[in-house]
């Protein structure tokens, strides 16, 4: 048992499950099925507590773990780093309004009678006011955590997925996760099928399996039908921070 040499870092309701589903077809990948939350909840465990919870790897695998709200964890870039500064992080990232509705969306269906979306949206309905602490909205300001990444981490050293592109080209982002973990390109188009009842592509075999296999059900949830006006406002509050995020990773996400 290794620790892990690779980690998706982020973020909730990108696509984490997908992509970790999907790499896990590759024989190189060895990864964690449930998210571990060592960084940011079980800290103080110790590293032998975290290792002990990963899968065995032969030589050259690649040991692997996700937790997508290290992302937004202030302590997680230094205490990752402080277990090796070599370590590799891939972010999923994806529309942060579709994101933000997402992420109600799964509450909703823990809690149904929580306040609607459009009433958590705003501090203040009249001014437009948008509240940033809501959790739902802050995750989605990707700059602002990313700066906090690149105190610990250069930034060729984390790999930003589109969410977007990891639906309509799974083979195409996965390649270069691949290339980027320093794999080989096994996992390619040959892999999916595209499930139309779900909007999702599924695999055609699973890890250590020969049925195919679609995220549960949990996964493509139908989002309910939100204010235009308030997502318009949304697609507002967030353009300057996806700007700044294009910058800062060299990548357009054309979520604009």
Known sequence: KRLPQAIIIGVKKGGTRALLEFLRVHPDVRAVGAEPHFFDRNYERGL????????????????????????VTKEAPARISSMSKGTKLIVV????????????????????????????????????????S????????????????????PIGQILFVSGERLISDPAGELGRVQDFLGLKRIITDKH?????????????KAEGSSKP?????????????????????????????NMKFYQMTGQDFGWD
Not at 192 to 204: D, I, S, W
């Open 48 to 71: 032998a507590w975290y290792r002990d919870l990963m899968p065995k790897t032969l030589e050259g695998q690649i040991t692997m773990e996700k937790t997508p709200s290290y992302f």
């Open 93 to 132: 990232v994806r529309d942060p309004v579709t994101r933000a509705i997402s992420d109600y969306t799964q509450t909703l269906s823990k809690k149904p009678d929580i306040p609607t979306f459009e009433s958590l949206t705003f501090k203040n309905r009249t001014t437009g006011l948008i509240d940033t």
């Open 134 to 153: 809501w959790s739902a909205i802050q995750i989605g300001i990707y700059a602002k955590h990313l700066e906090n990444w690149l105190l610990y981490f």
């Open 192 to 204: 999916f099928y595209f499930n139309k009842t779900k909007g999702f592509p599924c695999l055609k």
């Open 213 to 241: 296999h679609c995220l549960g059900k949990t996964k493509g949830r139908t989002h309910p039908d939100i204010d235009q006006e308030v997502v318009q406002r949304l697609r507002d509050f967030y353009r300057p921070f």
